[in-house]
C-alpha cells in the first residue's frame, strides 16, 4: 500500500503561482511513476503532468499541452515528495489537483494504483 497526501492548494489570483506537494509513504518506490492530475466540477479528470524515471537514474517529466511551459514537476526521492510549481495561472485551471503513484502509469488515470484525497486549487480573474 501507499498513501499519498496532497499540500498546497489555495486561493490565488491569475498571473499568480502555486506549488503543490505530494507527500508519499508506504510501500513506495522510486522507479514508480508519479502523476498529477486535475478534476473541475462536472468535468472528467484530467492529466495534468507525469515524471517517471527511464534509463536508470534519469527522470523525464512530460505535460498536458495545457499546461505545459507554466507548470514544472519535480521529486525529491530522499522525502518521497513530488512538487507540482504552477506559474502564469489561469482561472482555467481552478480545479481538485489529485497526485497518483502507478508501477507504469501513462496519461490515463485507470493507469494509477494510488491517488491522493486531492487540493482545491482556485484562480480568480
Known amino acids: 500500500q501507499v498513501q499519498l497526501v496532497e499540500s498546497g492548494g489555495g486561493l490565488v489570483q491569475a498571473g499568480g503561482s502555486l506549488r503543490l506537494s505530494c507527500a508519499a509513504s508506504g510501500r513506495t518506490s522510486s522507479s514508480y511513476t508519479m502523476a498529477w492530475f486535475r478534476q473541475a466540477p462536472g468535468k472528467e479528470r484530467l492529466f495534468v503532468g507525469r515524471i517517471r524515471r527511464s534509463g536508470g537514474s534519469t527522470l523525464y517529466a512530460d505535460y498536458a499541452d495545457t499546461v505545459k511551459g507554466r507548470f514544472t514537476i519535480f521529486r525529491d526521492n530522499a522525502k518521497n515528495t513530488m512538487y507540482l510549481q504552477m506559474n502564469s495561472l489561469k482561472p482555467e485551471d481552478t480545479a481538485v489537483y489529485y497526485c497518483?503513484?502507478?508501477?507504469?502509469?501513462?496519461?490515463?488515470?485507470?493507469?494509477?494504483?494510488?491517488w491522493g484525497q486531492g487540493t482545491q486549487v482556485t484562480v480568480s480573474s
Open positions: 497518483a503513484v502507478g508501477s507504469n502509469g501513462d496519461r490515463r488515470p485507470p493507469s494509477y494504483d494510488y
